[in-house]
Nanobody, 118 residues
Framework: QVQLVESGGGLVQAGGSLRLSCAASGRTFSSYVMVWFRQAPGKEREFVGTSRSGGTTNLADSVKGRFTITRDNANNTVYLQMNSLKPEDSAVYYC????????????WGQGTQVTVSS
């Protein structure tokens, strides 16, 4: 069983930066695909980006050039570095994980709030 804990959210002015962390328990973290989603009030959950075990990342067009995802397999942590933040980036950010060969995101963190003021 994998447990995920996000941290690093907060209030930041537009143009600022935040780094979110998602710490995972479990010895097989390095093989998991990790994903970041976000959800703003009244809106559907939105894909932000993924990190595969080999380090390959994929980011949504809305955040490309501003956000990066990195992972530290030795410390079972994936990071979401967010730069040039905009008010529309305000949301609860969630990390999730799925094991290789599976299609469902079976493991979720509790979420961390990011608020970007204009």
């Amino acid at each position: 069983q994998v447990q995920l804990v996000e941290s690093g959210g907060g209030l930041v002015q537009a143009g600022g930066s935040l780094r979110l962390s998602c710490a995972a328990s479990g010895r097989t973290f390095s093989s998991y695909v990790m994903v970041w989603f976000r959800q703003a009030p009244g809106k559907e959950r939105e894909f932000v980006g993924t990190s595969r075990s080999g380090g390959t990342t994929n980011l949504a067009d809305s955040v490309k050039g501003r956000f990066t995802i990195t992972r530290d397999n030795a410390n079972n942590t994936v990071y979401l570095q967010m730069n040039s933040l905009k008010p529309e980036d305000s949301a609860v950010y969630y990390c999730a994980a799925r094991a290789p060969g599976f299609t469902a995101w079976d493991h979720w963190g509790q979420g961390t709030q990011v608020t970007v003021s204009s």
